[in-house]
């Protein structure tokens, strides 16, 4: 609560100005029964006109401002709670923006996603039910009871057994709902990410003639959710009818005992009357009470979810000091161990990485699927953080630096290609927010992505839409490095990211580099032995550990897992993956 609640920022004064113009609607309400038994009392039954327009015309002025006091407090109701949805969702996204990787593993995108949709509309439903109905409800009861006992403590006394009887409902209800409500925004996650998954598969789906699989596992989660809202709700509508009966008890017992005291003189037709009304308005006020209790029993799970990711604490903070300067491209791995905290085996990715690299350098990395080749090259941004040793840059462990400092000065084309709706110009500008078209030509010059760009009707202003779905694989990895480029880093990590294209435009794409970079330490991450054998020197991983780390000539004669590769890349086929079969003295065969 104190998590969602410090998300109310500039609408305090809505959240405190509803409640008070609400307190307004109530009183006027409430004496409106008491003027309506004067009325009757000392006008109708007395013969007297004057009494009759005078509490007439007062009853018209309270019924007024009721009006004016629930208005106001409507619109200010509603403006405190889509204010606080709003700040909900900008302070789960901004805490994701702040998120390392390591946290973002913990929630998948459509938990994230239902987080900031269903659970804050459902947060922001019950909040601007409390603002109005947990004010009202309560404070009409309240003073309704005190009417009603002025008038008739005796008849009165009838409400205990009403709301012992509401009381014992809604622990039962709230105590039974609780529970299954929190599966259910469990299996919303579910149904999104069939959706997410599906959608952004869209092509592989169709591909395999998939739909009718996809069709059926939708099918199932939405089953699913609808069995346990089905479980709910069945549970829920309880209130209704326990409500009801209760209602109508306590207006036939008053209506019993009220008759009663007519007869035997304690008792008014104006105050029976006024009593009639309060009555109403206290059972009124129980519905509303108990409709208030199945609201906050749905949202309460929903708030806990939201509270989850605000209360995340970030794995990685920057220092109170930090370095802003970077001093070159050196790169040093001091004993290095690695693991995913989240979601994964909980094994080491990486083990006892000692590596030293020096400015300017051309390294090559290359090993089989699972090697740990991505988890080195995250840790060089500090996308993750090491569980032991330290990874230093420009002679300075990396946590020691401004994070922003840092990666701007790391640049990494990482193996998923990400582009975004925008020109090919807005999505080049996300590596130099003002670069000018000139420098991002240029920079597409060294990817080789100028020559697709030019054969574009709009050239750099062609529509890119999301994800890139109207470029191919090839273009995308271009425009990405291109986009790298004009950080002008200290370090540039191409992780893979030359896959997609082909063996010509891959050499030129690396001549370019030693003739326009030489200065820029450049981490090559490939398959092919083509893409790194002309690299400085080349780091061999096998099974998250270095296997060899030297060049192409020395690595051939002395390293076996590298041969192997060669071999089986140069007889035109073969999965490097897989080590070639030995011979019986050892030597691929």
Same mark, same amino acid.
């Given at each position: ?31 409106? %029964? ?284 920057? %220092? ?267 030597? %691929?065969?």
């Amino acid at each position: 609560m104190k998590s969602l609640l410090a998300q109310i920022k500039q609408y305090k004064a809505a959240f405190i100005l509803a409640p008070v113009f609400t307190g307004g609607e109530v009183l006027m309400e409430v004496l409106i %029964p008491f003027i309506t038994a004067l009325l009757i009392d000392r006008g109708i039954e007395a013969g007297n006109i004057r009494q009759v327009y005078l509490y007439g015309g007062l009853m018209l002025l309270m019924a007024f401002f009721s009006l004016v006091f629930g208005v106001l407090a409507g619109r200010y109701a509603a403006k405190a709670s889509s204010g606080l949805a709003c700040n909900l969702r900008d302070g789960i996204y901004e805490k994701v923006q702040q998120f390392a990787f390591s946290n973002i593993d913990k929630y998948s995108t459509a938990g994230l996603v239902t987080r900031m949709t269903t659970d804050v509309t459902n947060v922001q439903n019950a909040c601007q039910m409390i603002l109005r109905i947990a004010v009202r409800a309560p404070l009409m009861l309240v003073c309704s009871l005190i009417m009603c006992f002025l008038i008739s403590p005796k008849l009165s006394s009838i409400f205990f057994a009403a709301i012992l009887v509401l009381a014992a409902a809604l622990i039962f209800i709230m105590s039974r709902t609780t529970r299954v409500f929190r599966q259910v925004f469990r299996r919303y996650d579910d149904l999104n990410a069939s959706v997410q998954e599906n959608i952004s598969a869209v092509r592989v789906v169709k591909a395999f003639v998939r739909e009718e699989h996809e069709n059926s596992k939708f099918r199932k989660a939405a089953e699913n959710l609808c069995r346990l809202f089905v479980k709910a709700e069945s549970t829920l509508a309880l209130n209704s009818p326990v409500m009801m009966l209760v209602v109508y008890g306590c207006i036939l017992a008053i209506s019993w005992f009220g008759a009663r005291f007519i007869v035997a003189g304690s008792l008014s037709t104006g105050n029976l009357t006024s009593l009639f009304s309060y009555v109403m308005s206290v059972l009124m006020s129980l519905m509303m009470l108990s409709m208030i209790f199945v609201m906050i029993t749905m949202s309460t799970a929903s708030g806990q979810r939201i509270a989850e990711v605000l209360n995340e604490t970030p794995d990685m903070s920057d %220092p109170d000091h930090p370095e802003m300067q970077i001093a070159d491209g050196s790169i040093d791995f001091n004993q290095v161990d690695f693991s995913y905290k989240h979601g994964g085996s909980g094994e080491k990715t990486l083990s006892h990485i000692d590596l030293h690299i020096r400015s300017g350098e051309t390294i090559g990395i290359i090993g089989g699927t699972g090697s740990g080749k991505s988890s080195l090259v995250s840790l060089i941004s500090r996308l993750y953080d090491a569980d032991s040793g330290s990874v230093c840059v420009g002679g300075k462990d990396v946590r020691s630096y401004d994070t922003k400092v840092l990666r701007s000065q790391v640049a990494a084309v990482l193996q998923k290609n990400v582009l975004f709706s925008g020109t090919i110009l807005d999505n080049l500008r996300w590596g130099k927010e003002d670069a000018t078209e000139e420098e991002c030509a240029e920079a597409c010059r060294l990817a080789c992505a100028d020559e697709f760009i030019e054969r574009f009707p709009d050239g750099y202003h062609t529509w890119i839409e999301q994800g890139g779905s109207n470029v191919s694989g090839g273009q995308k990895q271009r425009l990405c490095i291109a986009r790298a480029l004009l950080k002008k880093p200290k370090i540039l990590i191409l992780d893979d990211s030359t896959s997609a294209v082909d063996t010509a435009t891959d050499a030129k794409i690396r001549d370019a580099f030693a003739r326009k970079i030489p200065g820029t330490t450049k981490l090559i991450v490939a398959q092919r032995i083509s893409s790194v054998q002309d690299a400085d020197r080349i780091l061999v991983l096998d099974g998250g550990t270095v296997n060899g780390f030297d060049t192409h000539e020395n690595l051939l004669k002395t390293n076996r897992i590298y041969r192997e590769i060669y071999e089986a890349q140069t007889r035109g086929g073969g999965d490097f993956d897989q080590p070639a079969p030995e011979g019986k003295d050892g030597v %691929p065969a």
